[in-house]
């Protein structure tokens, strides 16, 4: 089955305590996307990579690493998290080819992180 | 103003009617465009691209109006099932990001 999978799907940690939240997709896609969703801010782009080795910060890469060694896979790190990263964490996949982005992204089931 | 604005809702109708959504985007630049249904506490699922010549899916209708900027969604003869958040996704080409601008959704509720 075409998919992409998170874990955990739930984490409740401290100030501080580094973590990393794994994202696999089996659909051979070249871009992979870190999202967070927000109550009244909807989905913002934290980090995404075009292919292996190739990442660049969206929209809030503050307090976050990714990594992208292997194509299937897209940690993503909280070095020493605080209590703004509670979130709902979202993974996304696509195929990246045209211009016109009308690639369907895929997205794993979600991370809900509460930091304490 | 933001870059998506969508109706937030809640739209609560009931089973069979028919409920059009809208949303308005800023960037006149946009390339690509889409709506997205999310489910309480789950992930978004694409529901349909919308094209500029408009689209239909079934009971599902997307428009596109380039020069006034918005895109809308018609569902007709609602059911159970659609009760969701609609999300509309606009695509800038950034470079070589493809940056996907989301509004924050409009909730449906369809009701017995």
């Known amino acids: 089955e075409a998919q992409v999978t998170q874990n955990p799907r739930y984490l409740i940690t401290v100030t501080g305590k580094k973590l990393t939240v794994t994202c696999s997709q089996n659909?051979?896609?070249?871009?992979m996307s870190w999202y967070r969703q927000d109550p009244g801010l909807g989905l913002r782009q934290i980090y995404y990579?075009?292919?292996?080795?190739?990442?660049d910060k969206g929209d809030v890469p503050e307090g976050y690493k990714v990594s992208r060694k292997e194509k299937r896979n897209f940690p993503l790190i909280l070095e020493s998290p605080s209590p703004n990263q509670t979130s709902l964490y979202f993974c996304a996949s696509s195929f990246q080819g045209g211009l016109a982005g009308n690639n369907e992204q895929f997205f794993g089931p979600g991370t809900r992180l509460t930091v304490l | 103003r933001k870059e998506v604005e969508q109706d937030p809702g809640p739209f609560n109708v009931p089973e069979g009617a028919t409920v059009a959504f809208n949303c308005t985007y800023s960037?006149?630049?946009?390339?690509?465009f889409f709506w997205y249904r999310q489910d309480c506490r789950k992930e978004p699922k694409l529901l349909m691209s919308v094209y500029s010549s408009g689209n239909e899916d079934g009971r599902f209708t997307a428009q596109l109006n380039r020069a006034s900027q918005y895109i809308s969604l018609l569902i007709r003869d609602s059911k159970l099932s659609d009760s969701a958040t609609y999300l509309c996704v606009v695509n800038q080409n950034a470079g070589n990001n493809r940056k996907l601008i989301w509004g924050l959704g409009t909730s449906l509720a369809v009701n017995p």
């Open positions: 659909m051979n896609h070249e871009y």
């Open positions: 990579s075009m292919n292996v080795e190739v990442t």
């Open positions: 960037n006149s630049a946009s390339q690509s």
